[in-house]
C-alpha cells in the first residue's frame, strides 16, 4: 500500500531529530525543522520509520493515519527517494518551520505481513 501524508512545523526547542544534531549544520541552517522522525536502514537500505519524535508533526499526524512505524519511506514531495543515504535526504526533509514536506510511504499490509 502507498500513502501520501503532508507533514509542517515544528517541535518545541530542545528537541531534536537524528538529522538536526548534526554537527556540521551551518549557522543559517539553524532555523530549520524537521518532522520529528527516526529513521533506521532496512537489510535492502530502505529507510523505515524506526520512531516518532513524541509531539513532532509526524507524531501528531500518525493519530489521523498519518506516518506509523515501520512505514518505508519511498518519496519526498514527489522524487523518488528509496534507498538515498540519510544524508542525501536531510536537505529534502529540514526547512523552515511551518513549511510543508509531502511524503510518499509503502505501509506494511496488515493482512499479508511479508508483503508490503
Excluded at 530502505?46 to 520512531?51: K, N, R
Excluded at 500518525?62 to 519511506?73: A, I, K, R, T, Y
Excluded at 543515504?85 to 496488515?110: F, K, M, N, T, W
Aim: proline residues 4%.
Amino acid at each position: 500500500l502507498m500513502s501520501f501524508f503532508d507533514c509542517c512545523g515544528c517541535r518545541g526547542a530542545g528537541s531534536k531529530t537524528a538529522m538536526q544534531s548534526r554537527s556540521d549544520l551551518q549557522q543559517g541552517e539553524r532555523s530549520q525543522c524537521g518532522i520529528g522522525v527516526i529513521f533506521r536502514m532496512d537489510n535492502n537500505g530502505a529507510l523505515v520509520v524506526d520512531s516518532l519524535v513524541q509531539g513532532g508533526p509526524a507524531w501528531e499526524s500518525s493519530s489521523n493515519g498519518g506516518l506509523q512505524v515501520d512505514d518505508v519511506l519511498k518519496t519526498v514531495d514527489s522524487k523518488d527517494v528509496y534507498r538515498w543515504p540519510i544524508v542525501h535526504l536531510a536537505p529534502l526533509l529540514l526547512g523552515p518551520e511551518g513549511s510543508i514536506v509531502r511524503l510518499g510511504v509503502e505501509r506494511l499490509d496488515l493482512n499479508n505481513p511479508e508483503r508490503r
